[in-house]
């Protein structure tokens, strides 16, 4: 009697908790999966406006053949090569030098150094176009030492080199609380223990600091790149894909694609898949390359 007592209480407790997990998976479907069904099902019509048919794989056929997609997918590429490893580094080197129990106003240099990533996109965008514009700072600079001036936006890897240096501003910051807080999970003691046995400041970044920090590390690392090759905001409100297209996203041209020129939401569907696909392969060797559980 007892045993089935006990039985009964923990299928109730477990009852009750499927009915509170139930709410938050029925949203899940609801706001993401549902979408990602629909959008590929968008994506096996062929048509402009709302004249849609289904037409099979064409658009992922038209992918392969298109150009524009390939510079843009380049270009996600570069910007995913060059900046992540870059911001990512420096979030490190930061992260390691404010959690030092002795440097003084620890508070303000860490809310200076995150405050860009409080910043709106669209607003630190247009800041930093003002910034690199040719009677802009940087210029105006350049030509104070008696260097010649760069015309910026008139050059595709200047063009490029700005929206890189526009994403380590902003992000870097981001990543380093991250980072923080990993290394304030860290006991100090640890890192006293290897001064004592004279380890070097390079020694204990390598063997101590990024060892401990590997799961943090890979979560970044991720992040970072889903969110590169998602980006859009920068490549828009920055340089507008120019100078021509060479500066242009993935989702940027899935933007221009659906609402800016002749609506063909079929295709722009197609490339939003392979994006998904995309972004879900990284992760999944990130996660494989990383974590060795």
Not at 202 to 215: A, D, G, N, W
């Amino acid at each position: 009697m007892q045993k089935k007592r006990k039985m009964t209480l923990e299928r109730r407790h477990n009852l009750t908790g499927w009915a509170f997990l139930s709410i938050g998976v029925v949203l899940i479907c609801w706001t993401s999966f549902y979408p990602m069904i629909q959008a590929f099902i968008l994506s096996l019509k062929s048509g402009l406006g709302v004249n849609l048919k289904f037409n099979g794989f064409s658009n992922y056929a038209r992918i392969l053949k298109d150009p524009t997609f390939k510079g843009t997918l380049f270009n996600t590429f570069f910007y995913l090569i060059i900046q992540v490893p870059i911001m990512l580094t420096l979030a490190l080197i930061l992260a390691s030098i404010l959690n030092n129990k002795d440097l003084r106003f620890k508070g303000l240099w860490r809310t200076c150094i995150f405050l860009p990533c409080a910043t709106s996109l669209v607003s630190y965008s247009m800041i930093f176009r003002s910034l690199f514009a040719n009677d802009g700072f940087v210029n105006t600079v350049l030509r104070a030492v008696g260097a010649t001036p760069i015309m910026w936006f008139s050059n595709a890897w200047t063009a490029r080199a700005v929206i890189i240096i526009a994403l380590i501003w902003r992000w870097t910051g981001y990543n380093m609380v991250f980072y923080l807080s990993g290394l304030q999970n860290i006991e100090y003691s640890v890192y006293e223990a290897a001064r004592i046995d004279g380890a070097s400041p390079r020694q204990i970044l390598f063997k101590i600091t990024i060892p401990l920090l590997k799961p943090t590390i890979l979560l970044t690392t991720i992040t970072s790149t889903n969110g590169t090759l998602q980006l859009f905001d920068e490549s828009l409100n920055l340089t507008n894909g120019g100078p021509g297209k060479s500066t242009m996203t993935m989702s940027h041209y899935i933007y221009n694609t659906s609402f800016v020129q002749s609506p063909n939401f079929g295709y722009a569907a197609a490339m939003s898949i392979v994006i998904l696909v995309m972004v879900a392969v990284l992760a999944l060797i990130q996660m494989k390359v990383g974590d060795e559980r």
